[in-house]
């Protein structure tokens, strides 16, 4: 890899960590809104959650990681949403739902702290898929 290619790429992780992390708030205001102010089981909420936040964060990534890419193809967007959520939707929702009760009832960590643990370990892989898949 050349030495401007790794810098895009570093600087595109940036973009895709800052989106991710506005994305945590999201998710995180979400799930404590369903699971502690509406009383909802904190599976439910969690995928609600998640959802929330594969939403915020495509929109942002179209518009600030990737508009350099995405800009080119506008028509398409609808395109790279199925596949948004067909990569990062089914690792944030499926990694979420796998882990939370690892985390939750084996670990006995709070809920909140367990899905911020969820996040991360999701992260690398949703970078990686979105770079490739859905906006490469």
């Given amino acids: 890899m050349r030495i401007c290619d790794f810098k895009a790429l570093a600087l595109r992780w940036l973009k895709f960590n800052a989106v991710g992390l506005l994305g945590v708030g999201v998710q995180l205001a979400a799930l404590a809104a369903l699971a502690s102010g509406l009383r909802m089981d904190y599976l439910p909420a969690t995928a609600v959650a998640v959802e929330a936040a594969i939403l915020h964060n495509f929109w942002w990534h179209e518009r600030y990681t990737w508009a350099d890419r995405t800009q080119a193809a506008a028509g398409r967007w609808v395109r790279r949403l199925a596949y948004f959520h067909a990569t990062n939707g089914v690792i944030s ?39 490739e898949l859905v906006f490469g």
């Fill in 93 to 131: 929702l499926g990694g979420n739902l796998l882990l939370m009760p690892i985390f939750v009832h084996a670990l006995r960590l709070p809920v909140l702290l367990a899905n911020l643990a969820s996040i991360a370990i999701c992260s690398l892989v949703n970078f990686a898929a979105s770079e």
